[in-house]
């Protein structure tokens, strides 16, 4: 089993769908990182989240360390919002960056 | 922008082959870190320095060796290159040691082909 795990592995939704994706992880951790990663490799950092929720613009990302679960929300989705959404925590153990697979989201006009 | 530049952006290299990819960190950023993504995964954690000392390691290799210079910038060394060393090698550098609280700024990544 991996240590994260994302749902789904592919989305595909109308432009203006309101898109969820999760993200669960079995380890110990000290924070959660949401990022975006573009066709051709380039990534961007979304959020980076150790309690609690977080917003920017229509995005959206909240974290239950209870329940080792994190959540990042897009509103209004658009086209230009296709990518691959990929969660990765920071293991508390050491310095560490464990990533899970990602999910390809697709935004159709 | 994040800032963070690598080079070279592409590159081919064959079986046996030695290679070195480069970083530029984010001016201010004293910590970088290397992953590899091969096709169709997630980012896989190499190592990363701080202050030109390896700081931590992932499951990778001795062949896999890196450097970091007073500048910050960084190098990656893959000695024997192998086929499945063909992925796209990220570098992303960070403000403070450890990374646990600070977000990374990553570069656009060299893709590598080994052939």
């Known amino acids: 089993k991996n240590e994260v795990e994302q749902s789904p592995q592919n989305l595909t939704a109308q432009e203006g769908e309101f898109i969820t994706i999760n993200c669960s992880y079995s380890v110990g951790i000290s924070a959660l990182h949401w990022l975006q990663q573009h066709p051709g490799g380039g990534i961007v950092s979304l959020f980076m989240?150790?309690?609690?929720?977080k917003k920017h613009g229509r995005l959206i990302a909240t974290i239950n360390i209870q329940e080792k679960h994190s959540s990042l929300h897009i509103t209004a989705s658009h086209p230009r919002d296709s990518a691959v959404y990929i969660c990765a925590v920071f293991l508390d153990s050491n310095y560490q960056l464990i990533w899970g697979a990602g999910t390809k989201l697709i935004i159709k006009p | 922008e994040t800032g963070v530049t690598q080079s070279p952006t592409h590159l081919i290299k064959t079986r046996g082959q030695q290679v070195t990819l480069r970083c530029s960190s984010q001016s201010g950023h004293n910590t970088v870190s290397w992953y590899q993504q091969a096709l169709g995964q997630g980012p896989q954690f190499i190592f990363q320095?701080?202050?030109?000392?390896?700081?931590g390691r992932g499951n990778f290799p001795p062949r896999f060796s890196g450097l970091q210079f007073p500048n910050y910038s960084s190098e990656l060394n893959v000695n024997a290159l192998e086929l499945d060393d063909s992925a796209l090698y990220l570098c992303a550098s960070s403000p403070t040691y450890g990374l646990a609280q600070e977000t990374q700024y990553f570069g656009p990544g060299t893709r590598l082909l080994v052939l």
């Open positions: 320095y701080y202050r030109e000392e390896e700081n």
């Open positions: 989240l150790s309690s609690g929720k």
